[in-house]
C-alpha cells in the first residue's frame, strides 16, 4: 500500500525559531517520487520541492532545507528562523509510478504551522 | 499571467442542483486534473485526464463527470449536488504523467451545498 503519515497536525511556535515537520511514507516501489506544498491562509496549494527516490542528497532553499532518508521512508521539512508569513497548512505527497504512470498524487493529511509573532 | 486557473471561486448552491466548475492552464501541459479536499483538509485525486483521455477515475460518483474539451481544459459537472459534495475542488495540471512531472495547482473552488 502506499501511504504519506504526518503525524503532526498542528505546530505552533515563536518567530525566529526553527521548526521540522515530519512525513513518513510507504511505498513499495524502488522508484517513487516525494513532493511538499504548502497551502496558505489564502488557500491555493503552492509547489515547493519535488525529490527522486535516487537522490539522498539534502536539499536547502534559502531558510528551507529537506532531509530525505530512505533508511527510514522519511522526507522531512526545516524552516529556520521561522517568519509569521510561514503560517500555513503543509503537504508531503508521495508518487509511486511503479503502479502505472497515472500521476495519482498520494497525499498527508497536512501540518498546520502556525508562527507567532 | 495566471497559470492554472478556475472559475468560480466560490459557488453557493442548493442540494438537487447541478453545477459546473471550469479550468484552463497556460502552461502548455498534455496532463491535467481534478482534487478534492475535505472540511478535515484531505486532500484527494478524482480525475486524471492525458491529451484529453481519461486516465484515472478514483471511485468518484457517476455525478461527478469531468469534461476536457481540448488540453488547456478541464471542466467539472456536478449532477444533482449533495450535501457532502461541500468540498474545496483544485484542478492542477502537469506536463506529462510521468512521476517526475510537478503538479501546479489552480486557486480551489469552494462549493458549499445547501
Known amino acids: 500500500a502506499q501511504k504519506v503519515t504526518q503525524a503532526q497536525t498542528e505546530i505552533s511556535v515563536v518567530e525566529k525559531e526553527d521548526v521540522t515537520l515530519d512525513c513518513v511514507y510507504e511505498?513499495?516501489?524502488?522508484?517513487?517520487?516525494l513532493f511538499w506544498y504548502k497551502q496558505p491562509p489564502s488557500g491555493e496549494l503552492v509547489f515547493l520541492i519535488r525529490?527522486?527516490?535516487?537522490?539522498?542528497q539534502n536539499e536547502i532553499s534559502g531558510r528551507y532545507s529537506w532531509n530525505f532518508q530512505k533508511s527510514t521512508s522519511s522526507f522531512n521539512f526545516t524552516i529556520t528562523a521561522s517568519q509569521v508569513v510561514d503560517s500555513a497548512v503543509y503537504f508531503c505527497?508521495?508518487?509511486?509510478?511503479?503502479?502505472?504512470?497515472?500521476?495519482?498524487?498520494?497525499f498527508g493529511q497536512g501540518t498546520t504551522l502556525q508562527v507567532k509573532p | 499571467d495566471t497559470a492554472v486557473s478556475q472559475t468560480p471561486k466560490y459557488l453557493v448552491t442548493q442540494m438537487g442542483n447541478d453545477k459546473s466548475i471550469k479550468c484552463e492552464q497556460n502552461l502548455g501541459h498534455d496532463t491535467m486534473y481534478w482534487y478534492k479536499q475535505d472540511s478535515k483538509k484531505f486532500l484527494k485525486i478524482m480525475f486524471s485526464?492525458?491529451?484529453?483521455?481519461?486516465?484515472i477515475n478514483e471511485t468518484v460518483p457517476n455525478r461527478f463527470s469531468p469534461k476536457s474539451p481540448d488540453k488547456a481544459h478541464l471542466n467539472l459537472h456536478i449532477n444533482s449536488l449533495e450535501l457532502g459534495d461541500s468540498a474545496v475542488y483544485f484542478c492542477?495540471?502537469?506536463?506529462?504523467?510521468?512521476?517526475?512531472?510537478?503538479?501546479?495547482f489552480g486557486p480551489g473552488t469552494r462549493l458549499l451545498v445547501l
Open positions: 525529490r527522486n527516490s535516487f537522490d539522498e
Open positions: 511505498t513499495r516501489d524502488t522508484t517513487y517520487y
Open positions: 505527497a508521495l508518487i509511486p509510478p511503479g503502479s502505472g504512470n497515472t500521476g495519482k498524487l498520494i
Open positions: 492542477a495540471s502537469s506536463a506529462g504523467l510521468a512521476g517526475w512531472e510537478t503538479q501546479y
Open positions: 485526464y492525458n491529451n484529453k483521455e481519461l486516465i
